[in-house]
């Protein structure tokens, strides 16, 4: 076990595992700034998409042309605007073509079949979504900042078509809406202090209903769905939204109390509108980024332990993103992200970050073998690991749980390949 890790996951054969690295393997986005948004969407293309600005220009969408290596860009109407928004989120969706649905607070919501954009421009469609999703065969749009506390919803099987005649329509959910997110048989809409899940199937019996008035969700992206549960950043740490055993309850007690001061920092300290979830499905891992050099990343995954499955987290150095996703292409499952140069990553590759080591640090807690206060003599220390690269380590002993005013042994240095 350990009581401090950074660059570091639970590992599938026991114990905890180094994170594995990232490398530049789509090249840079074309335009200027930050990459905005990236997307992994099986049958479109290569599978891999991105917006960034480009100046002069109202193209911002652009797709991975494996073959070539390149970046090709995807025309859009004149009318985009692609210079005031700070991010583009992505959803990903199949009524029997693979499609994407493209929302950045701005602009109309537009989708993309991978030949056509097309702005959804109905007269009762929002002009200016920030968040998408499909639920029961609609597309939900919501987040948009005149009208923040509407939810709408298009005809069943038809996302550009918004006319209450054909069963679309409109929620008021009594408060502005942060994030949309289906689950099980429930659209649940976030507020910042706000929750309600929205039940049915179609106009006809669609119903919302509450689940709670004393806290929501804080950052629009850092809500994940992963080991049967969709978590959320909240007030107090990251939640849960998971069914009970009565019929109809929702649990929503925090599952970060063994690192609360540390999301307590993320809260207060860091612009929330720069968190970006990833889910990594083959480790049951997902992990938190933020966009500034400075800061630290959250990685939270699954471990088997004497008391069954519990979530262990680690911090991130090093993986500055300004966007971030995954899913599967085929049977291989891709987990990227974009940066502030305009490039866009594929993680979980080599062993270092696009060239430069990985730095990491492995902390166990510590040993008082039965009296802490009895003196003891030390004459051996053993440790154990598997190398999958060549690592340069630094053993470290500390005594009296890290006082200050005793003196530890000099640091033990060794190489290995």
Known sequence: SAISLINYEPA??????????????????????????????????????????DTGSSNYLYYWNASTSAWV??????SVDVSTYPKVR????NWG?????????????????????????????????????????HLFLAGDATESTNLWFSAPYNETDFDPADGSGVVNVGFPIVAIKSFRDALYVFGSNNIRKLVGNNIADF??????????????????????????LSQ???????????????????????????????????????????????????????????????????????????????????????????????????VIHGDSAGKVHRQERAFSFDGDPIFSVFQTPFFHMQDPEQRKLFYTVATYLRSEGDNEIVMST????????????????????
Request: with cysteine; hydrophobic share 35%; aromatic share 10%.
């Open 12 to 53: 599938v054969t026991g114990g905890y595992r180094k994170i594995s690295g990232y490398s530049n393997d789509y090249g840079t986005v074309p335009g200027s700034g930050n990459v905005l948004g990236v997307a992994v969407v099986n049958g479109l293309h290569d599978g891999i998409l991105a917006a960034r600005y």
């Open 73 to 78: 860009t995807i025309t859009t109407p004149a």
């Open 90 to 93: 992505f959803t990903r969706y």
């Open 97 to 137: 073509t693979p499609k994407v649905v493209i929302a950045d607070g701005v602009n109309p919501a537009a989708t993309y079949d991978g030949t056509t954009y097309t702005q959804i421009t109905n007269a009762n469609a929002p002009s200016a979504p920030k968040v998408s999703h499909t639920f029961k065969n």
């Open 207 to 232: 119903v919302l209903e509450e689940v709670t008035d004393d806290l929501g969700c804080v950052a629009t992206d850092s809500i994940i769905e992963i080991g049967g549960d969709l978590l959320f």
């Open 236 to 334: 107090d740490g990251l939640r849960p939204i998971s069914g009970t055993d009565k019929i109809g309850d929702v649990n929503l007690e925090t599952v970060s109390k063994d690192i609360q001061s540390i999301f307590t920092d993320v809260i207060f300290d860091i612009d929330l509108e720069g968190l970006n979830a990833v889910v990594i499905r083959q480790k049951t891992q997902f992990r938190y980024f933020f966009s500034g050099s400075d800061t630290q990343g959250v990685i939270g995954g699954f471990r088997q332990t004497p008391n069954g499955l519990q979530f262990e987290y680690s911090q991130m150095l090093g993986i500055t993103a300004t966007c971030a996703d995954s899913g599967y292409i085929g049977q291989n499952e891709f």
């Open 398 to 417: 500390l005594y009296d749980y890290e006082d200050v005013d005793t003196l530890s042994p000099t640091n033990f240095t060794l190489s290995t390949a």
